[in-house]
């Protein structure tokens, strides 16, 4: 089962966050050959974080539950909140494998919330630029919540453009950038 968490930092939380980088890293390393996607969002400075995003393919929800809240950066208090959610990778890939590779140009997650009837639940047919793509389910997958994605795209509102945004509650959109050390799953 794959899931998308995404904690959210708390103001005033970067000098914290530098300080765990290394316990941060050695947690995600753990769960390297699960890892679909990883990486920090950034305020509009491009250096302050704002989040850290995660991809992971687990058992079950309580596992997912336990990867997110175990996480040394949200036992010490860097995250405000976490948004985990059973998700499906539409691309059937990690970002490792995204043709464009790890630089050059700007990356954004969109997160695109919402309720009832699913919307953009295909991969839309321009999708050279998309590095993770898929919806956001309830924990039994019954319940479409949104669609969330990674892309590379020339600004925000190009990145917000691949989703039907009149379709949700809220689209979010924040910079992102790949994340971890390179390690391929097998």
Do not use: K
């Not at 679909?36 to 302050?48: N, S, Y």
């Not at 590379?152 to 509102?157: G, K, Q, T, V």
């Amino acid at each position: 089962m794959e899931f998308l968490c995404y904690h959210r930092d708390r103001a005033g939380s970067m000098a914290l966050r530098a300080a765990l980088g290394e316990q941060h890293w050695a947690y995600m390393d753990r769960f390297a050959d699960r890892l679909i996607a990883r990486g920090p969002t950034f305020a509009a400075d491009g250096e302050t974080a704002t989040g850290s995003l995660h991809i992971v393919d687990l058992p079950d929800p309580p596992a997912a539950r336990a990867f997110a809240f175990e996480e040394p950066n949200h036992q010490a208090g860097v995250y405000r909140d976490v948004l985990l959610r059973r998700w499906a990778n539409l691309l059937g890939r990690t970002m490792w494998d995204f043709p464009g590779g790890r630089t050059g140009g700007n990356r954004y997650l969109v997160i695109g919330l919402g309720a009832g009837e699913g919307v953009d639940l295909v991969v839309p047919a321009d999708r050279d630029e998309l590095i993770a793509y898929g919806p956001l389910l309830s924990d039994d997958a019954a319940a479409w919540l949104g669609t969330a994605l990674l892309i590379r795209a020339p600004n925000p509102d190009a990145a917000r453009a691949v989703l039907t945004v009149d379709r949700y509650a809220a689209v979010e959109v924040h910079d992102w950038e790949f994340g971890g050390r390179r390690q391929p799953r097998p």
